[in-house]
């Protein structure tokens, strides 16, 4: 998708979630201009679509407007620990719903910045990483941890699942699927420990592309950043951060 089509995307988003704000959640415009620091005649002529905001001003509004509407607090909501630490992500995966939200939360991030594919890890990621592809308008590329009939050649990655599990896990992705000129966002629904992405982060690597950034919905904590040694000027997007019970 070119970045003239992604900016307008985010205008168009934006005002929806701008409505959202407005008209699902009641909150005034009033309350709204104090959030936003823009007049309420401003506000009022997005939401009714008489005019768009621009891709700046856009990026601005849905940075805050997604504070207020909630994605960060609906997810945190369904997140529920048991005795043993662990936490049952279906209810976040498979609600399509949040899959929009946070593929518009994407765009938003990832607007006007090269991406050429997405890539995930089977299979808790595949849902959120095929609608932030729909979302940006690339392909998907999948990591999966055996190696398909049919493909002649593979890269692969493997890697210690945990610092204390002694088990290793290998991902495989087609030699072809990730060409050198790719600029390559790497999407998962939740990050732990990093190890997993930090694989991913190796694939990409091993065939010559970009990384363009990583997007995921919940981390557990921030520590799992040093595992993928990315260079500073590589975005990461979380859209909430957790700590670990106990």
């Known amino acids: 998708m070119s970045t003239h089509a992604d900016e307008l995307k985010l205008r168009l988003m934006t005002i929806e979630l701008l ?124 990591a999966k941890r055996s190696k398909e009939v049919g493909v002649k050649a593979f890269l692969e990655e493997t890697y210690v699942l945990g610092r204390d599990s002694g088990v290793t896990m290998t991902l495989y992705i087609p030699k072809d699927a990730i060409k050198r000129r790719d600029s390559v966002l790497i999407v998962d629904d939740m990050i732990k420990s990093g190890e997993t992405q930090a694989a991913l982060v190796n694939l990409v690597r091993k065939a010559r592309a970009e990384i363009s950034g990583v997007f995921s919905l919940i981390s557990v904590g921030e520590e799992w950043k040093k595992k993928l040694k990315l260079s500073s000027d590589c975005p990461v997007e979380v859209v909430t951060y957790i700590k670990a019970p106990q």
Do not use: C
């Open 19 to 142: 409505r959202t704000a407005k008209y699902k959640r009641n909150i005034t415009y009033r309350e709204l201009a104090s959030k936003t620091g823009l007049p309420v005649t401003v506000l009022s002529r997005y939401a009714k679509g008489h005019v768009l905001p621009n891709t700046a001003r856009a990026r601005q509004l849905w940075k805050i407007l997604s504070k207020i509407v909630g994605l960060k607090v609906e997810i945190r909501n369904r997140i529920k620990f048991d005795e043993q630490g662990y936490f049952d992500n279906t209810d976040i995966i498979g609600d399509y719903n949040i899959l929009q939200q946070a593929a518009n939360h994407a765009l938003a991030n990832f607007a006007g910045k090269r991406v050429t594919k997405v890539l995930t890890a089977a299979v808790d990621g595949i849902p959120l990483a095929t609608m932030v592809a729909n979302a940006l308008g690339v392909n998907l590329v999948i």
